[in-house]
């Protein structure tokens, strides 16, 4: 082979450059798990955390890693299965309602501007496109269609 | 390629194998739709109905039509082509081209105009032709449903509904609203809707907003399949139709044609 050395490295740069983001999560202070991860992401966000205790349908740490399964479990339990109560951990009863229930604490959170609306915030910091208010009824949409 | 005789009977051999272990296209056909006959094909539990009284739906009045659409965030677009659909209003005899209302029409006449709205049928074609399912009947009480989140908009359903009670939202539907009722979703721009019979009401224990909405009390809602409810001693008492029944949609939206106040046996208090 011609030019082992420089081929060579140059093959080593590539792969340091391209797993860039895995070394730069293992040698990064602040990234060291992906639960202080989210956390420190949503304390910058100004996201509540008031978990079960606080009358949240689950605990903080299981509504941030669950919450888009338990939604979808939601949503084919109430609109294929006509099931509508859902039972928490601690025994406590909820309407399955993305609206009715969850946004009953969340939408307050921001002024009701949509950039500042409460699964916005985390959704868009993360690049996640969530699609379920061009159908559900935020008070932004409500606000939108000019009612109330 | 050429092939021998021998070749030939051995690939007509593995051909006819396969036919063997497979079904017959008309079993596939027939398991899907589950035959025509309503009577052999009822189902046990609860089968949700309602009955319309011709003769107390008041001309002019769109109460029931106004309280569903207010509840269920359902748009009136400018266009007609845009219409969406869950209760309206149609003369007697665009309900039942069929009948010449001169002849055997009864109390009930042409002009007369009639709520009509998703049958929610015993045998529903929309229900077969969906191909994701989106559409679906419940077993417990007979509604059928849409699951709008898998509704990819194809409108095979709105083909295949004989009675036009299905909407396609070529708009998004906020345009057309002028309030819109947080407590119930909206749809969307590419997916069809329907009236669910107020299943989302049901839940509660409360009962359909268009029959609580008319002040005439001409529609009734009840459980079809129990002969001690009210629904089924009206039915009994007084002579009805069915839009389309020969179809076999098994149709569970009655109409009565004669003046039920003239009558005192049956009628509803």
Request: aromatic letters at 8%.
């Amino acid at each position: 082979m011609h030019n082992k050395t420089s081929v060579i490295t140059g093959i080593l740069l590539f792969l340091a450059a391209a797993a860039f983001p895995v070394w730069n999560n293992i040698i990064s202070p602040t990234n060291k798990s992906m639960a202080t991860n989210t956390t420190t992401a949503a304390q910058n966000l100004g996201v509540q955390e008031e978990g079960a205790e606080g009358g949240c349908i689950e605990d903080t740490d299981f509504m941030r890693q669950k919450h888009m399964l338990l939604l979808h479990t939601w949503r084919d339990d109430v609109v294929r299965n006509n099931n509508r109560v859902y039972t928490n951990a601690h025994g406590k009863t909820f309407e399955k309602s993305l609206v009715n229930t969850c946004l009953g604490c969340h939408e307050d959170q921001g002024q009701n501007k949509s950039e500042n609306f409460f699964c916005e915030r985390c959704h868009k910091s993360a690049g996640v496109r969530i699609d379920c208010f061009q159908c559900h009824t935020s008070a932004e949409a409500v606000k939108m269609g000019g009612a109330q | 390629m050429s092939l021998n005789r021998k070749q030939f009977f051995k690939m007509g051999a593995v051909a006819a194998l396969f036919g063997f272990g497979g079904k017959k296209a008309v079993q596939l056909y027939a398991s899907s739709g589950g035959g025509h006959d309503e009577a052999k094909n009822k189902n046990t539990g609860v089968r949700h109905a309602m009955v319309i009284d011709s003769s107390k739906c008041k001309e002019g009045c769109t109460k029931c039509m106004d309280a569903c659409h207010m509840a269920h965030n359902v748009p009136s677009h400018s266009d007609p082509e845009d219409e969406i659909k869950w209760i309206w209003k149609e003369s007697a005899h665009d309900l039942f081209h069929e009948i010449d209302f001169a002849l055997q029409g009864g109390a009930l006449t042409a002009e007369k105009q009639l709520p009509t709205l998703c049958n929610h049928c015993a045998n529903p074609p929309c229900v077969r032709v969906c191909p994701t399912q989106a559409t679906f009947k419940r077993k417990e009480d007979g509604i059928v449903m849409m699951d709008y989140h898998r509704c990819i908009g194809c409108r095979f359903c709105m083909a295949g509904c004989p009675y036009g009670s299905r909407s396609f939202n070529y708009r998004d539907p906020r345009e057309g609203l002028a309030k819109i009722n947080p407590k119930f979703p909206t749809r969307k721009t590419g997916v069809v809707e329907k009236c669910n019979f107020c299943a989302e009401e049901l839940a509660k224990g409360k009962r359909p907003h268009c029959e609580g909405a008319c002040p005439e009390g001409a529609i009734l809602f009840g459980n079809l399949n129990d002969p001690d409810s009210k629904l089924r001693a009206v039915l009994a008492a007084n002579p009805s139709m069915r839009r389309k029944a020969e179809t076999g949609t098994g149709p569970s939206i009655f109409y009565l044609t004669n003046d039920t106040d003239k009558k005192s046996k049956g009628g509803r208090s």
